[in-house]
């Protein structure tokens, strides 16, 4: 008959080994939406007013001095930092929504909820009907300057007033609803003032495009991604036994309040960088995280990098919709996210209703 520490030992060892099972298969499925993104990233490359093959597409990318002089433009020049800026985007934002939902324990959390976009949205529409900058040193990235100020003074503010004493959860959310509101009237007000011309440009930048990505803005804005992404990693532990609950968390030794004000800091400068570039796109922060954790789990070894490739993969797959709808135009990407995003959350929502946070 086998002794207590025996059965102890062998309940160890099975343990571990489903653990170890657990783990290779959220690795498998990191790696298949790794595949799949690859894949959508090539796809939007080929696609266009000029189509391309993805055989075509692929020997620009390996071997662009085998290339037409005309494919190796088209490809390397004009689509590809399209196809990056929608992968940068997209991770940002789903990055962005996933610790926002964390820190917040709410599921509907994320920089379009908490009014950081719509906060952006005013900025940018300040430069483009009334010529304001509120950065008057660089007249010639006015709107995406304005757009980056507005959304981190909106962020700021939900810092500090979630400092204050007695500040809940619940209201630095319902202080996020109330910026959305705020700044969406402003922004109504001048489209009300606008001329023509100038409605025309806030309208199309609220709606969202990557067709005036450059490698410039791909730079910045995968290099604000590269250094946050790994911030979080080290605090991956606390951040999943912040899901426990507060108390739980503090009684392993985490300092919850510090915890919660460092990554809303960085998940703001996170969210606003983005949107400063292509405008107000929703639903990617609110969607990519919840494909995230239905996937790999709450863990955020596992978590986090599925929220940056779920949010990566939905907006390039977003990014291939917009061109396919009507051959030879692309349409503004923040519409099609809304339209692919709303059917889909709405399976989330119902397919885990009995689920509680």
């Known amino acids: 008959m086998a002794s207590f520490s025996q059965i102890q030992v062998q309940v160890e060892a099975t343990g571990r080994e489903q653990y170890r099972a657990l783990a290779f298969r959220r690795i498998m499925i990191l790696v298949g939406l790794t595949a799949a993104l690859l894949f959508s990233i090539a796809a939007d490359m080929a696609l266009g007013p000029a189509n391309y093959a993805l055989s075509d597409v692929l020997s620009a990318l390996f071997d662009p001095a085998a290339a037409a002089n005309q494919l190796r433009v088209v490809i390397w020049d004009l689509r590809m930092p399209i196809a990056l800026m929608a992968v940068t985007v997209g991770a940002s934002l ?20 908490l009014g950081i976009s719509a906060a952006a949205s005013f900025g940018a529409a300040l430069a483009l009907v009334g010529g304001v900058a509120i950065f008057p040193g660089a007249i010639e990235y006015m709107v995406p300057l304005n757009a980056f100020l507005m959304a981190m003074a909106a962020a700021l503010f939900i810092h500090f007033a979630s400092t204050m004493r007695g500040v809940s959860v619940e209201t630095i959310v319902l202080l996020g609803i109330a910026l959305v509101f705020t700044f969406n009237a402003a922004l109504s007000l001048l489209e009300y003032l606008a001329s023509e011309q100038a409605l025309a440009a806030v309208v199309f930048w609220t709606m969202g495009s990557l067709t ?41 030794g985490i300092n919850v309040r510090r915890l919660r ?44 990098p599925g929220s940056v490739i779920c949010g990566a993969l939905l907006l390039s797959v977003t990014s291939v919709v917009s061109k396919s709808l009507i051959p030879g135009a692309v349409l503004p990407i923040g519409v099609i996210t809304a339209l692919v995003g709303v059917p889909f959350f709405f399976v989330l929502i119902f397919s885990n209703r009995r689920r509680s946070w």
């Not at 990055?95 to 959390?109: C, D, E, K």
């Not at 080290?234 to 968390?249: E, V």
């Not at 292509?278 to 995280?289: R, S, W, Y």
């Open 94 to 113: 789903s990055v962005a929504g996933a610790q926002m939902q964390t820190i917040l324990s709410n599921p509907l959390a994320s920089p379009f909820t």
């Open 212 to 252: 005036k990505a450059t490698w410039v803005k791909v730079y910045f804005t995968a290099a604000v991604l590269f250094v946050t992404v790994p911030l979080f990693m080290r605090q991956a532990w606390a951040l999943t036994a912040l899901r426990l609950g507060d108390d739980k968390a503090a009684s392993l």
């Open 261 to 304: 004000l460092h990554t809303m800091m960085i998940v703001s400068l996170l969210a606003a960088i983005p949107v400063s570039f292509v405008g107000t796109i929703g639903f990617v922060g609110l969607v990519g995280p919840h494909i995230a954790r239905m996937v790999v789990g709450e863990d955020q070894r596992f978590f986090l």
